[in-house]
């Protein structure tokens, strides 16, 4: 059973989002590193770059498969998460601790499309 | 849609050990059952055991075995001693390929066993039934009837030898094999595999193989899925039917054509063979790598440095032993020379590569 944590919002692509102030830290859940396996590789945006609701900003790449990363909400890159080049097993050992980017929100009112942790857990039921 | 699937005499077992089951070659197969990163890196260092039970099993025999096969096979038969084993194709008469196999010769005379991928089992029954039209010879597919276990890495042979009870494995070569009989049924014991590992496959009857497996995991060996075998598979440049050799791959393109012998006087496939050869092949497979851990997938494009595109991936990792991205690719013969710098497309950005040998693994075969 994957840890759904509490007090964060989730796409239905997987990603979470914790929110601080009008800056929205990235990760994917723990069920999506579960159902990936051993993630060997972390393909990050730059510092900087934009990045938009619904379109990819990087991938995950575990041995068998490769996953696109999502964007839950438009804005400015101002941090990555540089570990995860060479630990990307982070994810894999605690998906809400290796957050992946930090946005810098355009529009906070696209929050309101994510999931809060009840409803996030009926869409991996 | 599950219950179509065909399940193999551990597929209990599997479940039980919370293996992740997926469908492959129309069985319900496990894929891991922890890690494969664990399960790749127990073959290479220690032991593990797989479930190829969904592989086939195919029985010739007859007056006219040896000619037959010799027909069908690529590989050269002619004369071949019992006990050994070799690797080759099928083909079709355009040089593409039906299947690649393994060919036992057994003790008894005129008699073969053709050990083919589970995914062409149909396909290569027919191709084979066709095929023995006017030879006297009989065809006989029995691959539900055989289970099949690999125990593969360093530690195999004690394993084999001790654990499961076959001493006479110790002395076999690679790619040969011994008929032994226990509790009254066949069993076959050969020295091959699938990993570039030492190793032994081990043919018997369900009940006889579910003892073995359960008798392997009880004595510390990993029971390792699908996702190993085509990572292990893949560092030691071995092909995959599908990926590396279809209908339009022939051994040729594949850089396998040392399992075709072309001076045999004839078989399915030899004319086209000997063509490609004396007129060179558009396409050739190579093996390529990558100088980032960005991970070329099959399917993704080979391009030169200006975007013009040379060929595709067939099968790509980030290699676990070797810790680095590599792939096979079919391209353009133009760039297939070793060294040629070549660039693949990963999503959105182009990676650059340099050509290399396809036996990315330095293999520890027992000679």
Known sequence: MS?????????????????????????????????????????????????????????????????????????????RNDALEDQPELINEDAYAAWIIKVEMSDESELDALLNAADYAKTIE | ??????????????????????????????????????????VRQAAGVFDVSHMGEIFVSGPQAEAFVSHVFTNDVRGMEPGRILYGMMLYPDGGTVDDLLVYKETEADHYLLVVNAANIATDYAWLLEQAEGFDVKVDNRSDDWGQIAVQGPEAEKFVCGTLGFPEAAAL????????????????????????????????????VRAYWQALLDAGVKPCGLGCRDTLRFEAGLPLYGDELTAEISPVMAGLGMFCKLDKPEFVGKDALVAQKAEGVARKLVGIELSDNAVPRAGYPVELEDGLPVGVVTTGYHSITLDKSICFAMVDSAYAALGTPLWIRIRKRVFPGVVVKKRFYQTKYKK
């Open chain 2, 1 to 42: 849609m599950e219950n179509l699937l065909k399940k193999t005499c551990l597929h209990d077992l599997h479940v039980e050990l919370g293996a992740k089951m997926s469908p492959f070659a129309g069985y319900d197969m496990p894929i891991l059952y922890s890690s494969i990163i664990d399960e790749h890196n127990a």
């Open chain 2, 173 to 208: 070569g690679f790619y040969t094999f011994c008929d032994c009989c226990r509790d009254g049924k066949r069993v076959i014991v050969s020295r091959t595999g699938y990993t570039g590992e030492d190793g032994f496959e081990i043919y018997a009857a369900p009940g006889q």
């Open chain 1, 3 to 79: 840890k759904i944590a509490d007090g964060l919002l989730y796409s239905e692509s997987h990603e979470w989002v914790k929110v601080d102030g009008n800056v929205a830290i990235i990760g994917v859940s723990d069920f999506a590193q579960a159902e990936m396996g051993d993630i060997t590789y972390v393909e990050l945006p730059d510092v900087d770059d934009d990045v938009t609701a619904g379109e990819d900003f990087g991938a995950l790449e575990s041995v068998k498969t490769s996953s696109e990363l999502i964007a839950p909400v438009s804005g400015k890159v101002v941090a």
